[in-house]
């Protein structure tokens, strides 16, 4: 008895302490529009307080941020802070649609960021389809003050943000691919804090250079903030120990590489022990789609690496970590780091799950008929569920209590079982998903599973990074096919998951992720790949938004319907046609009527203008 009210006067003694200690710090963030060249060539980009990337935040752990956005630039955007939980503060957390509406230009919108159990790194970006391409930057959470890392303190720090470059406006391409159709644009590069590196053109005067003393201990923060891709990153001559993601501690990792998605962080320990001279850090895309649409960034980023004193350099160039960074399409590789990761501690993994969903993450082909338009548009399906942003934010309809903008029937299963990863899928049954804005809600206090899985529709399956806001989630398991219910929760790490914001269900597998819906009030994702918005009651309000990071709707105008294709009418074929759709290398859906007058729908590979499709 006596124990236990010291304990509380302990707990109460601790919390006051936090109270006092924990800081306000302000900040003004000014968007404007500024040139920067980059593979020879000049272009106008976002950018917050003229840098790109932007400013870094840095806080200790509980602190509380007050963020003034001022949008000088001539698009509208929201910024989020990518992983900061933000306890019962939906209202700042950023997404268009789901929390807030877009700031628009000459507008200003003040953000407070709460951070609370959330130590290591995290980044901020601009919220609105891809403005985030160049509007984002590092968040360093250092320990509350008189507390420790659980790792020895390094000699110095260092931030790491990939990125990725387009060479011409991407934010009004992404639109009119958007309004109009086919695949999202690959980069043209991949940057490391801005800088494409040696191998591409017209980088290498500028390539970003780090120095390192001998015989110290380096922290690297590392972020990806590219548009799309997984990266691979490894240092030559130097093993990386892994021992945070997320802004939650992990055991140590001791490894050539590392396999980094979309929006997660990273926090690596690097001893600079080689010998003096000069050392590429290199990153490339992990590529998961099929072969038959490689038109990916095949660039390889590189940075320096480079020891401080007087030394002839060994060799003329940089050592390139050749036989450490896996090859673009190293399956295994990407598979054998995931596996590796587990939390520093043994957690409290969410064991009475009430709610329990299977979600299946597709990408479909609607065909839409405007006017005697035809318009074939990919787009991004959860349970045959594509995202429709509503024209209020879903988190003002709810708190409003104003109806007709959401339904509250998001499927806790997919509508159809079949073989989700079966390279034959009958494409009529599976091309099409509905249109809508659909939402989960959740209890509060809920513990909730969900097992992502990524379908094979359009022969299509490829990894699809899951992020949730408002919350971490434990990574119990993930594997290969389809998930199995009766065998694969055995193989589920209970003691000692990771516990992350950003999690990739992989090519032809299942993700199964936990967590507990405890934060009324947060919300939101991507909205463009279609996702689920979850809403947990409680007293207050909560809202869970959950989508693939890794894509967007699109469509396109021109494949007109009375357009006359001479097709047999069965049997597998190959079509040759010329599509007027501007489109070059893409992959796209077809409507047409064939020659006994039926319609027939298939999906296209579109090259140079040139259809190649199989008519089935
Ligand atoms: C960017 O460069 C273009 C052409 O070089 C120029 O017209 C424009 O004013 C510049 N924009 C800014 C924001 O400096
Ligand atoms: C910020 O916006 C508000 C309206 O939302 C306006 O009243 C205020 O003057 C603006 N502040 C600045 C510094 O532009
Ligand atoms: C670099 O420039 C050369 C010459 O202009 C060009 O042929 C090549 O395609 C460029 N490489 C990349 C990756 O853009
Ligand atoms: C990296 O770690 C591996 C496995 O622990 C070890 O075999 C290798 O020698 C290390 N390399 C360096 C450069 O420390
Ligand atoms: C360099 O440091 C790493 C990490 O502490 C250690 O594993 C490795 O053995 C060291 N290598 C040399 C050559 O000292
Ligand atoms: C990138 O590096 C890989 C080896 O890691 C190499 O095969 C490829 O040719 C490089 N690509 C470019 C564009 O330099
Ligand atoms: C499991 O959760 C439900 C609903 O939140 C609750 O009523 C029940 O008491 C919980 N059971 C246990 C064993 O915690
Ligand atoms: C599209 O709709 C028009 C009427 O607006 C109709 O005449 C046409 O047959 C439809 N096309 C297809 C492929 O269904
Ligand atoms: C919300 O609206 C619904 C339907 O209009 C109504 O039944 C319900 O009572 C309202 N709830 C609140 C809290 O206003
Ligand atoms: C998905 O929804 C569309 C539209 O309602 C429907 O035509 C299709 O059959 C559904 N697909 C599956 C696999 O449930
Ligand atoms: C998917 O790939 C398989 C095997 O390569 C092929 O037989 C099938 O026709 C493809 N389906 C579609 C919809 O492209
Ligand atoms: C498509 O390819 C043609 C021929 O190579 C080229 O003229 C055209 O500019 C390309 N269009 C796009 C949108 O890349
Ligand atoms: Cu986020």
Known sequence: MALTIMYLLLLLAGLLLCLVEAEVHHHDFVVTNKNYTRLCETKSILV?????????IHVRKGDT??????????????????????????????????????????????????????????????????????????????????????????????????????????????????????????????????????????SKETTYKWSVDYGKTYLLRIINAVMNAELFFSISGHNLTLVNQDASYLKPVVTSYILIAPGQTMNVLVTANQSLGQYYMAAHQFYTDKATFDDYDKTNVTAILQYNGDYEPPTTTPYYPTSTLPPFTDYNAGISFRNELKSLRDVDVPKNITTKMYVIAAQNLLALNSSGVVRSTLAASLNNVTWVNPWVDVLQAYYKNMSGFYTEDFPDNPPEFYDFESDNLPVLNTMRSLMGTKVKVLEYGEEVEMIFQSANVLNASEDHPMHLHGHGFYMVGAGGGNFDFDEDPKSYNMVDPPFVNTASIPKSGWLAVRFRALNPGTDSCLVRWGGILIIAKAGDFLAVYMSALDGAVSSKEGVKADQKWVVPATGKQNVDATLDSGLNKSRVGIVFRDDKGDIVEAVALVLEGKVSAEIT
Not at 48 to 56: H, L, R
Not at 136 to 159: K, L
Request: charged share 15%.
């Open 65 to 202: 941020v007050f963020v003034n956005v001022y949008n000088h630039g001539d698009i509208e955007l929201t910024l989020h802070w990518h992983g900061v939980k933000q306890p019962r503060n939906p209202w700042s957390d950023g997404p268009e649609y789901v929390t807030q509406c877009p700031i628009q230009p000459r507008n200003n919108f003040t953000y407070e960021v709460i951070f609370s159990s959330e130590e290591g790194t995290l980044w901020w970006h601009a919220h609105s389809d891809w403005t985030r391409n160049t509007v984002h930057g590092a968040i360093v959470i250092h320990p509350a003050e008189g507390t420790t890392s659980p790792y020895p303190q390094p000699d110095a720090e260092e931030i790491i943000i990939l990125g990725s470059w387009y060479t011409y406006d991407v934010n009004l391409v992404v639109a009119q691919d958007l309004a109009t159709g086919g695949d999202l644009p690959a980069s043209n590069a991949y940057t490391i804090n801005g800088q494409p590196g040696d191998f591409c053109n017209c």
């Open 48 to 56: 917050v307080n003229d840098q790109f990337p932007g400013p870094t």
